[in-house]
């Protein structure tokens, strides 16, 4: 599925004395069946970009493709829904997407409200659940009382439930401990390489985009001012400091290796992997 910024402009308050550009000539385009990484500092315009995705905002100037949808100032989108069934966006905190008292009428809403047809909404929650590691046992409990790593996958549920072609991540892992870190890495893997999803990713968590993303682009004062797969991007620390980002632990830890022992270990997305390079080299 296509998704494709041009001389994309987005102002806030536009006619009022505290607009804000926010989006600056922004030219994308996100790889298809990928996971795609953004990143940059707060105010970037990052989430800006995401709801422009997903047509809750429309651009000043220039238009966003997302396959046949064209959203552009002065030309609402025909039918949001049918766009939005299959883009699917999780919000940054889970419970603000929220609204019912048990999860399967909290998965059963998006059905209703998108106006999504399906004969067997039942098997569809369960299938849904399945996809991201929880049961039917979860189909009665309240939401709202489940811990942080189920809230996020009860989000996420709520989304594949349409099936999507497109699914938006807006700082997935904040507030989850390792595990539940983990397990949501091995869930978007998993959605990417078996399911073929492509899969987008807002964050500040340098070391999660590394070990999952295909590509990356940073994002500063509404611009684009680097792109390309993990490895380009992360193996130029002194660039990305510039934009007040951070090189993941892992590149970081291979760079001082190479810089100082001259033994180029390469780049690895798991620390396992490292571990045994790091062993081999001292063997």
């Known amino acids: 599925m296509e998704i494709k910024f041009d001389s994309v402009y987005y102002t806030y308050n536009q006619r009022t004395p505290l607009n804000k550009k926010v ?7 996100f790889k298809k069946d990928k996971v795609n990484g953004i990143i940059g500092k707060s105010g970037s315009g990052k989430t800006t970009m995401i709801e422009l995705i997903n047509a809750l905002l429309v651009p000043t100037s220039g238009k966003v493709s ?10 609402k989108i025909k039918d949001v829904n049918k766009l939005r069934r299959q883009v699917g966006l999780v919000f940054q905190f889970p419970e603000e997407q929220f609204f019912n008292k048990t999860v399967k ?4 809403f998006g059905i209703k409200y998108l106006n999504y047809q399906t004969k067997n909404s039942d098997k569809r929650c369960s299938d849904a659940l399945k996809m991201v590691g929880l049961d039917d046992s979860y189909l009665d409990r309240n939401p709202f009382t489940l811990s942080s790593g189920e809230k996020r996958k009860v989000a996420i549920a709520s989304i594949l439930i349409f099936n999507p072609k497109v699914i938006i991540l807006d700082e997935p892992t904040i507030g989850l401990d390792s595990i539940s870190k983990n397990n949501l890495i091995k869930l978007i893997k998993m959605l990417k390489n078996k399911y073929h999803k492509t899969i987008i990713i807002v964050s500040h968590d340098v070391d999660m985009l590394h070990q999952i993303c295909d590509y990356i682009y940073v994002i500063n004062n509404g611009e684009v001012v680097m792109e390309g797969t993990k490895y380009e991007v992360f193996s130029n620390p002194d660039e990305l400091t510039k934009y007040g980002i951070k ?3 892992i590149m970081e830890f291979s760079n001082k290796v190479l810089a100082k022992k001259n033994i180029k270990i390469g780049y690895r997305d798991d620390i396992m992997d490292l571990i045994k390079d790091v062993y081999r080299h001292v063997k």
């Open 23 to 29: 989006l600056n000539n922004l030219n994308v385009e």
């Open 105 to 108: 009428k909290e998965l059963l």
């Open 66 to 75: 997302i396959n046949k949808f064209i959203n552009k100032n002065g030309k």
């Open 247 to 249: 090189c993941p632990k």
